[in-house]
């Protein structure tokens, strides 16, 4: 039985999981995660053709994994950090509820 801590436990956003569980898109993402890059950018060091980055990057954008910021006729990059801290973050609750569960059910006789 789930006790009210455990049934208040959230889970990571499966929508959020799927969008940077795609290889180039994770890629993107580490990318960003060291500097704000524009298109042009992405396309030399991912090697992707520049329609396929675009679009994986506005489903970055629409997922808020990252945000825009232009700049005369180029749109510079930036990774939000934050979301990806929230991801961290119910991944670790989730984590510590399976740690205890371990250990509760160690001192639980079997059936």
Avoid: W
Avoid at 29 to 47: D, I, P
């Amino acid at each position: 039985m789930l006790t009210s801590a455990e049934a208040e436990l959230t889970p990571p956003s499966a929508d959020l999981v799927r969008v940077l569980a795609d290889p180039l898109r994770l890629r993107i993402v580490s990318l960003l995660a060291r500097e704000t890059l524009c298109t042009t950018h992405l396309v030399e060091e991912t090697g992707a053709r520049q329609t396929n980055l675009s679009n994986h990057l506005r489903v970055l954008r629409e997922a808020g994994v990252v945000e825009t910021e232009p700049c005369g006729r180029f749109t510079y990059y930036k990774l939000r950090p934050e979301v990806l801290d929230a991801l961290a973050g119910a991944f670790t609750e989730l984590a510590g509820t399976a740690r205890t569960t371990i250990e509760t059910d160690r001192k639980r006789p079997c059936p």
